[in-house]
T-cell receptor, first 115, second 115 residues
Framework: GAGVSQSPSNKVTEKGKDVELRCDPISGHTALYWYRQSLGQGLEFLIYFQGNSAPDKSGLPSDRFSAERTGGSVSTLTIQRTQQEDSAVYLC?????????????FGPGTRLLVL | GNSVTQMEGPVTLSEEAFLTINCTYTATGYPSLFWYVQYPGEGLQLLLKATKADDKGSNKGFEATYRKETTSFHLEKGSVQVSDSAVYFCALSDRYGGSQGNLIFGKGTKLSVKP
């Protein structure tokens, strides 16, 4: 079946512009996660969704970052007024539920470059 | 807080050599442990996991045993192939607390296997 998909695969933007990154999770997966992979910080958790609500936003680095999920499916991560330090690969993952034993399935990522 | 430490890379081996990548963790609860792999140009995928002490995860000839007494989850393979060249990430997911289910990753170890 279809895996997790993300779009765009690559995004180049200018400093100060807003960007939107999209994630389509595996059908039926209620839990959705966003992570960021950067050279300096490695892989970091950003935000978790259960259905359409986000009970854990503890990893969002600043208030320029926001995310939403609609219909218990598609999620959008928005970065406002992008900065060069936002350059990274943004990964989305989904799982059947938010329990420690559950496997998370990752999308291919969106590579963001802020000039 | 929770954390994962894995051996620094890069690691370069000849084909058919024995591989060990060390991973140790710190957790306040009782985590599940994972090895994820990222092949060149591809997304993160689960290699193996273990959800309780003394469990052994295995896949594609790779093995790792959950050692609670030494807080370790070392990855091993008896005979590596060129196709095993990739970046390997050790990760944990705690069972309790507000961040249960979130993956905490090590920095990654890049493995190159030469023919």
């Amino acid at each position: 079946g279809a895996g997790v998909s993300q779009s765009p695969s690559n995004k180049v933007t200018e400093k100060g512009k807003d960007v939107e990154l999209r994630c389509d999770p595996i059908s039926g997966h209620t839990a959705l996660y966003w992570y960021r992979q950067s050279l300096g910080q490695g892989l970091e958790f950003l935000i978790y969704f259960q259905g359409n609500s986000a009970p854990d936003k503890s990893g969002l680095p600043s208030d320029r970052f926001s995310a939403e999920r609609t219909g218990g499916s598609v999620s959008t991560l928005t970065i406002q007024r992008t900065q060069q330090e936002d350059s990274a690969v943004y990964l989305c993952a989904s799982s059947l539920g938010r329990i420690a034993q559950e496997t998370q399935y990752f999308g291919p990522g969106t590579r963001l470059l802020v000039l | 807080g929770n954390s994962v430490t894995q051996m620094e890379g890069p690691v370069t081996l000849s084909e058919e050599a024995f591989l060990t990548i060390n991973c140790t963790y710190t957790a306040t609860g009782y985590p599940s442990l994972f090895w994820y792999v990222q092949y060149p140009g591809e997304g993160l995928q689960l290699l193996l996991k273990a959800t309780k002490a003394d469990d052994k995860g295995s896949n594609k000839g790779f093995e790792a045993t959950y050692r609670k007494e030494t807080t370790s989850f070392h990855l091993e393979k008896g005979s590596v192939q060129v196709s095993d060249s990739a970046v390997y990430f050790c990760a944990l997911s705690d069972r309790y607390g507000g961040s249960q289910g979130n993956l905490i990753f090590g920095k990654g170890t890049k493995l190159s296997v030469k023919p």
